[in-house]
């Protein structure tokens, strides 16, 4: 089984940073690419970043040039800085981790979200 483990959430002004931590587990765990998602309230959910196992990333336009997706294949981890935030950026953010176990079938794994409050 794969737990995903998320921390750094919290309330911040706007222009103010944070940085969110996930920490993935597993017996035997591959890991291909690893994501932050979120979802705001009413609104559907979205990739914010993308890493991939070689390094290359991918931003969503809205976050382009504030936040930094960074990852530690060693420890199995993926960082997401985000500096320079927006009352927009409120959102529950999510991990995900495109994984498999052993030779088992490659799977999304979900982290179980961390609020993200940018208010004055």
């Known amino acids: 089984q794969v737990q995903l483990v998320e921390s750094g959430g919290g309330l911040v002004q706007p222009g103010g940073s944070l940085r969110l931590s996930c920490a993935a587990s597993?017996?035997?765990?591959?890991?291909?690419?690893m994501s932050w998602y979120r979802q705001a309230p009413g609104k559907q959910r979205e990739l914010v970043a993308v890493?991939?196992?070689?390094?290359?990333?991918n931003y969503a336009d809205s976050v382009k040039g504030r936040f930094t997706i960074s990852r530690d294949n060693a420890e199995s981890t993926v960082d997401l800085q985000m500096n320079s935030l927006k009352p927009e950026d409120t959102a529950v953010y999510y991990c995900?981790?495109?994984?498999?176990?052993?030779?088992?079938?490659?799977?999304?794994?979900w982290g179980q979200g961390t609020q993200v409050t940018v208010s004055s």
């Open positions: 597993g017996s035997s765990l591959s890991i291909n690419f």
């Open positions: 890493i991939y196992s070689g390094g290359a990333t």
């Open positions: 995900n981790v495109y994984a498999r176990v052993v030779d088992g079938p490659w799977v999304d794994f």
